[in-house]
């Protein structure tokens, strides 16, 4: 049972547009939501993260959504790059002792020159 | 600071051989974990250590061992190889505390013929 979804599993953007990536998750109890990129033949690096308590983080082009009520969050990037083209992965890490991330499947991002 | 170190960055196994994926890390982190990276799959938690002396499984333990004697060192054991094990293995390690930020190694790309 995947406990974080995420969609799409693809995404080609063109460059200069807006990139989207949503994911959703059933675990109330989670309470840290981090973005990872990953580019080919590398690990993953955190790229942006938000707490539940906070609607919106925004780091230079990319942004995170966070929507409490309906446990959906979703990364915007801004003015899409070339070299935005990676993997983007979604986490939820459970709280209190269970210190796990959840992660979603991945989205596999392409930015068209 | 060298962070996260993994080796070897690739290997060819036949079928029922054994052989151990090094991981080690300079950050002081409490938290490592090894992670499994296959197509479509996302990243599925094979083992992870809360510190020294501490392990626990993760979603595919199956056919893994670890075992944690420092602080640095986490390696992973593949008692006998089988082709389901092909894969790219991470490893990842963090503080046990905020920011929570995971820091991953550059991967083990593993064949099992």
């Known amino acids: 049972q995947q406990q974080v979804k995420q969609s799409p599993q693809s995404l080609i953007v063109q460059k200069g547009g807006i990139s989207i990536i949503n994911c959703a998750y059933e675990n109330t109890a989670f309470d840290y939501f981090p973005w990872y990129q990953q580019f080919p033949g590398k690990g993953p690096a955190l790229l942006i993260a938000?707490?539940?308590d906070v609607s919106e983080k925004k780091e230079g082009r990319f942004t995170i959504s966070f929507n409490k009520s309906a446990k959906q969050f979703s990364l915007h990037i801004m003015d899409s790059q070339p070299g935005d083209s990676a993997t983007y992965f979604c986490a939820a890490r459970g709280a209190g002792n269970n210190r796990k991330l959840i992660w979603g499947l991945g989205t596999s991002l392409a930015v068209n020159p | 600071n060298a962070g996260v170190t993994q080796t070897p960055k690739f290997q060819v196994l036949k079928t029922g051989q054994s052989m151990t994926l090094q991981c080690a890390q300079d950050m002081n982190h409490e938290y490592m974990s090894w992670y499994r990276q296959d197509p479509g799959m996302g990243l599925r938690l094979i083992h992870y250590?809360?510190?020294?002396?501490?392990?626990d499984q993760g979603e595919v333990p199956n056919g893994y061992n670890v075992s944690r004697s420092t602080t640095e060192d986490f390696p992973l054991r593949l008692l006998s190889a089988a082709p389901s094990q092909t894969s790219v293995y991470f490893c990842?390690?963090?503080?046990?505390?905020?920011?929570?930020?995971?820091?991953f190694g550059p991967g083990t790309r593993l064949t099992v013929t």
């Open positions: 990842a390690s963090s503080y046990d505390r905020d920011p929570y930020e995971q820091y």
């Open positions: 250590s809360v510190g020294a002396g501490i392990t």
């Open positions: 938000i707490r539940p």
